[in-house]
C-alpha cells in the first residue's frame, strides 16, 4: 500500500544572518586576501618571482585585456588554491556512492594529473534526487532499446530534418505529467531560460524577478530587453510592493504603460533550499493580472508524491502558473529542459524562440530515460515504486537535515527540501571541510564566490532516494567531527528528539 506524503508546516523565513562579528571578519578576511593576489600578480608581472600562470601573447599588447582583473586574481590565487575541492573527475555512475579519480598537483593548483588509481565515496554532490541514475534496471533497458531503434542523434534541428517521432513523445509525455495542456522541451536546461524569456516579454514589459533566482534567468530576463525589478527571497510582500508601485509609473524604455508584467521564481533554490511560497505569487500574479514563471529545475521529481513539483506539494492548479519550466537533468537523470504551459503559449514559444529554432532535439535514448522514469513516479507502470522514491527522498531530506540541526550547525532552506545548505560563512572553512571529507571519503559541493557572496560560503548537500539512513549516519558522525575541528557550528546542539528517531526508524 502507497505512503502518504506529507507536506511539512511551511516557515516563511528559513535563513538567519551569522553574528556581527562573523560577517565582519569573513570580509577582512576576503579582502586580505584579494590584497594578497594583487601582491602576487605584482610580483610576477616584474620578475620578482616566478610562476606558471600563463601568459599573453606578446603580439596582444596594447589590446584590451579579454578577462576582468578582479576575476583574474581570484580565479589565479583563491581560487586556484581551492582547486582540489572543485570539478573532480568521476569515473563511474553518479548514484548514492560513485567512484572518483584520484588525481595529485605538484605545483599548488596550477595543473593536475591522474595515476588512473580511484575511490568510492558517499555522494553527496550529485542532483539525483530520485536515484534514476543508474546503469541498470527499466530506464537503463528502455535506453538501450531506443539506441537499437533510433540510433543516437537527428543530425539538425527540428526545422531541418530532426524533427523526430521521440521528440513529439517526450514532449507528450512532459505534459501528460505536468497536467497541462502543452509543453517543448530543448536540449539545454541552462538555454530553455536564457533563450525563451526573450521570447515572452519585450523591452515594454515588466519583470518581478527574485533576488536569488538562477543565473539562466537573469540571462534570459537581461537579453529579453524589460524592465526589472528585484525583490527580495521568496518575499511575496515584498513583491507585491515593487509591482504596485511600478505599475504606478510608465516603462523607462517606453514612455508607456507596461503592455505585461511577468513575475519569475524557483520552485527550490539551490543555493538556498528555500521552496517557494507558491501559493502567495499566486494571489499576487491574479491579483494584478500578471503572468507567473516558474522554474523547476529543482523542485520537479523532487516534491510532491508523485514528483511533479512545487505545483504538487502545494496543491495547486497548474493552469495557474503560465510557463512551468524544469530541467530532465537531475530527478529523472538525463540532459535538457522543458516548458510546459497552455497551447497557446507553448505554440508562441515553438514560433519564436531561439532555442525552438537553433536547439537539436535531444537524443533518443535520453527522451526514453525521461518518458520511463515518469511512467514510474505517476505509477504506470503498475507499481508503487515511484511513491516509495518520492516518501523516501522526503524522510531522508527531513532525517538529515533536523540531524545537523541537532548537532548544532546552521542551516538554511525548507524541511521538506533535498538541497541542504550548512553555513561555514569563511571560504577557508568550505574547502578544509570539502577537503577532510573526501577524506572520510565522502563527496560534497564546496560553495563559495561568485556562487554567493564573499561571506556566505556553505557545503551543500544533494539528498537522494537513493541514499540509506547507514550511508546518511556515517556522514553525519564525519560531519560532527570535522564541524568541531573548523568551529562550524553556530548554534546550540540540540538533543536528539527520541520519537522523532524511533519514528523514523520504523518508517525505514
Not at 537581461?222 to 525583490?231: D, P, W
Not at 537523470?333 to 504551459?341: L, N, R
Given at each position: 500500500m502507497a505512503e502518504p506524503f506529507k507536506r511539512s508546516p511551511y516557515v516563511q523565513n528559513t535563513t538567519e544572518e551569522s553574528i556581527w562579528y562573523v560577517q565582519l571578519l569573513t570580509h577582512l578576511a576576503s579582502y586580505v586576501s584579494l590584497f594578497g593576489a594583487i601582491l602576487a600578480e605584482w610580483l610576477v608581472k616584474y620578475r620578482i618571482v616566478s610562476s606558471n600562470i600563463s601568459k599573453d601573447d606578446p603580439r596582444n599588447k596594447g589590446f584590451a585585456s579579454l578577462n576582468d582583473r578582479f576575476e583574474g586574481y581570484y580565479t589565479n590565487y583563491?581560487?586556484?588554491?581551492?582547486?582540489?575541492?572543485?570539478?573532480?573527475?568521476?569515473?563511474?555512475?553518479?548514484?548514492?556512492?560513485?567512484?572518483?579519480?584520484?588525481?595529485?598537483?605538484?605545483?599548488?593548483?596550477?595543473?593536475?594529473?591522474?595515476?588512473?588509481?580511484?575511490?568510492?565515496?558517499?555522494?553527496?554532490?550529485?542532483?539525483?534526487?530520485?536515484?534514476?541514475?543508474?546503469?541498470?534496471?527499466?530506464?537503463?533497458?528502455?535506453?538501450?532499446?531506443?539506441?537499437?531503434?533510433?540510433?543516437?542523434?537527428?543530425?539538425?534541428?527540428?526545422?531541418?530534418?530532426?524533427?523526430?517521432?521521440?521528440?513529439?513523445?517526450?514532449?507528450?509525455?512532459?505534459?501528460?505529467?505536468?497536467?497541462?495542456?502543452?509543453?517543448?522541451?530543448?536540449?539545454?536546461?541552462?538555454?530553455?531560460?536564457?533563450?525563451?524569456?526573450?521570447?515572452?516579454?519585450?523591452?515594454?514589459?515588466?519583470?518581478?524577478?527574485?533576488?536569488?533566482?538562477?543565473?539562466?534567468?537573469?540571462?534570459?530576463?537581461?537579453?529579453?530587453?524589460?524592465?526589472?525589478?528585484?525583490?527580495?527571497?521568496?518575499?511575496?510582500?515584498?513583491?507585491?510592493?515593487?509591482?504596485?508601485?511600478?505599475?504606478?509609473?510608465?516603462?523607462?524604455?517606453?514612455?508607456?504603460?507596461?503592455?505585461?508584467?511577468?513575475?519569475?521564481?524557483?520552485?527550490?533554490?539551490?543555493?538556498?533550499?528555500?521552496?517557494?511560497?507558491?501559493?502567495?505569487?499566486?494571489?499576487?500574479?491574479?491579483?494584478?493580472?500578471?503572468?507567473?514563471?516558474?522554474?523547476?529545475?529543482?523542485?520537479?521529481?523532487?516534491?510532491?508524491?508523485?514528483?511533479?513539483?512545487?505545483?504538487?506539494?502545494?496543491?495547486?492548479?497548474?493552469?495557474?502558473?503560465?510557463?512551468?519550466?524544469?530541467?530532465?537533468?537531475?530527478?529523472?537523470?538525463?540532459?535538457?529542459?522543458?516548458?510546459?504551459?497552455?497551447?497557446?503559449?507553448?505554440?508562441?514559444i515553438r514560433a519564436q524562440s531561439h532555442g525552438s529554432c537553433y536547439g537539436a532535439p535531444i537524443s533518443p535514448p535520453l527522451v526514453a530515460q525521461v518518458a520511463e522514469s515518469m511512467k514510474i513516479m505517476t505509477g504506470e507502470d503498475g507499481t508503487d515504486i515511484g511513491n516509495q522514491k518520492a516518501v523516501r527522498l522526503l524522510k531522508n531530506s527531513r532525517y538529515f537535515r533536523r540531524r545537523l540541526i541537532e548537532l548544532g550547525f546552521m542551516v538554511y532552506g525548507h524541511e521538506d527540501s533535498p538541497v541542504v545548505p550548512l553555513m561555514t560563512f569563511w571560504i577557508t572553512k568550505v574547502v578544509y571541510i570539502s577537503r577532510r571529507m573526501f577524506d572520510y571519503n565522502i563527496g560534497v559541493v564546496a560553495v563559495g564566490y561568485p556562487a554567493t557572496s564573499l561571506s556566505t560560503a556553505r557545503v551543500r548537500f544533494c539528498l537522494s532516494a537513493d541514499h540509506t539512513k547507514e550511508q546518511l549516519d556515517y556522514v553525519l558522525k564525519m560531519m560532527d567531527v570535522v564541524g568541531d575541528e573548523t568551529g562550524s557550528k553556530y548554534m546550540k546542539a540540540i538533543k536528539p528528539n527520541p520519537a522523532y528517531s524511533s519514528d523514523e526508524e520504523k518508517a525505514r
Open positions: 583563491p581560487y586556484r588554491l581551492a582547486s582540489d575541492v572543485m570539478n573532480r573527475p568521476i569515473c563511474g555512475v553518479p548514484g548514492a556512492i560513485v567512484d572518483v579519480s584520484n588525481r595529485q598537483t605538484s605545483d599548488e593548483g596550477w595543473a593536475y594529473t591522474q595515476d588512473g588509481s580511484k575511490r568510492t565515496i558517499v555522494n553527496l554532490g550529485s542532483y539525483n534526487y530520485l536515484g534514476f541514475s543508474h546503469n541498470d534496471g527499466p530506464c537503463a533497458q528502455r535506453a538501450a532499446d531506443y539506441i537499437d531503434k533510433y540510433g543516437l542523434h537527428m543530425g539538425g534541428t527540428r526545422h531541418e530534418g530532426g524533427n523526430h517521432v521521440t521528440q513529439k513523445h517526450l514532449e507528450e509525455c512532459i505534459a501528460n505529467y505536468l497536467k497541462v495542456e502543452s509543453a517543448i522541451a530543448f536540449p539545454m536546461g541552462f538555454s530553455t531560460n536564457a533563450m525563451n524569456i526573450p521570447a515572452l516579454v519585450d523591452k515594454g514589459s515588466l519583470i518581478l524577478s527574485d533576488k536569488f533566482n538562477h543565473a539562466s534567468l537573469v540571462l534570459g530576463c537581461r537579453l529579453s530587453g524589460a524592465t526589472i525589478k528585484v525583490f527580495k527571497h521568496n518575499n511575496p510582500q515584498d513583491c507585491e510592493r515593487l509591482l504596485r508601485n511600478a505599475l504606478c509609473e510608465l516603462s523607462p524604455k517606453t514612455g508607456k504603460a507596461y503592455n505585461k508584467v511577468l513575475i519569475v521564481l524557483e520552485g527550490i533554490y539551490s543555493m538556498e533550499g528555500t521552496i517557494i511560497h507558491l501559493p502567495a505569487f499566486i494571489e499576487i500574479k491574479k491579483k494584478y493580472k500578471s503572468y507567473l514563471f516558474l522554474d523547476e529545475a529543482h523542485s520537479i521529481g523532487a516534491l510532491g508524491p508523485t514528483g511533479r513539483g512545487v505545483v504538487e506539494y502545494w496543491g495547486c492548479d497548474p493552469k495557474d502558473v503560465d510557463v512551468m519550466m524544469g530541467t530532465l537533468t537531475k530527478s529523472f537523470a538525463a540532459a535538457g529542459g522543458y516548458m510546459g504551459g497552455s497551447k497557446a503559449v507553448i505554440d508562441h
